[in-house]
Nanobody, 119 residues
Framework: QVQLVESGGGLVQAGGSLRLSCAAS????????MAWFRQAPGKEREFVAR????????AYAQFVQGRFTISRDSAQNTMYLEMDSLKPEDTAVYYCAATSTAGGSYQYWGQGTQVTVSS
């Protein structure tokens, strides 16, 4: 069974930075791709960024391009999201997710970590 655990959320002022981590465990952990999603109160969950595990290619939602950076440490089975120039509208619960199949849906999800950006 694969488990994903997020950490690094918190309260930060607008313009500040946070670094989220997603630690994966499980003997069968061998993802093809991992991603970050977020869900703000009263809104649907939305895609933030993704990274392929082996090649490290990345993609971002337009609203975070130039501000957020996704990365991974394969040896540590950990994915990161560096968030800079944070805005109040970035306030949300951030979730990490993983899929083991190319083009497949994300089968594994973390419990989420709260990010709150004050104005």
């Amino acid at each position: 069974q694969v488990q994903l655990v997020e950490s690094g959320g918190g309260l930060v002022q607008a313009g500040g930075s946070l670094r989220l981590s997603c630690a994966a465990s499980g003997r069968t952990f061998n993802p093809w791709r991992m991603a970050w999603f977020r869900q703000a109160p009263g809104k649907e969950r939305e895609f933030v960024a993704r990274i392929t595990w082996s090649g490290g290619s990345t993609a971002y939602a337009q609203f975070v391009q130039g501000r957020f950076t996704i990365s991974r440490d394969s040896a540590q089975n950990t994915m990161y999201l560096e968030m800079d120039s944070l805005k109040p509208e970035d306030t949300a619960v951030y979730y990490c997710a993983a899929t083991s199949t190319a083009g497949g849906s994300y089968q594994y999800w973390g419990q989420g970590t709260q990010v709150t950006v004050s104005s």
